[in-house]
Nanobody, 121 residues
């Protein structure tokens, strides 16, 4: 069993900053990619940021230059530092990881339950 617990979401003013955090726990052998997805109102879930074990980054075009993803493999955490938030960033943000569990040879994707981000003017 893998658990991803997110924190840090909530209201923020237009142009403000917010930091999301996610901690993975469970019977984990290896964590591969970590990152964040989001679901904006009326839209399908989309990738926001990914960070591989080798340190390669990938960001959605809409957040490049404003969002930064980081990870701490010792703590099994992944953070998303968001700045310059605007109305287009309002939605629910989901932590994502690719994990191989100790007793399962497969590498599977896991998502947290989501944390909401709201932006007000």
């Amino acid at each position: 069993q893998v658990q991803l617990v997110e924190s840090g979401g909530g209201p923020v003013q237009l142009g403000g900053s917010l930091r999301l955090s996610c901690a993975a726990s469970g019977d984990i052998a290896t964590i591969y990619d970590m990152g964040w997805d989001r679901q904006l109102p009326g839209k399908t879930r989309e990738m926001v940021a990914r960070l591989t074990r080798d340190g390669d980054f990938r960001y959605a075009d809409s957040v490049k230059g404003r969002f930064t993803v980081s990870r701490d493999d010792a703590k099994r955490t992944v953070d998303l530092q968001m700045s310059g938030l605007n109305a287009g960033d309002i939605g629910v943000y989901y932590c994502f990881t690719h994990i191989r569990m100790t007793l399962d040879p497969r590498t599977l994707g896991y998502w947290g339950q989501g944390t909401p981000v709201t932006v007000s003017s």
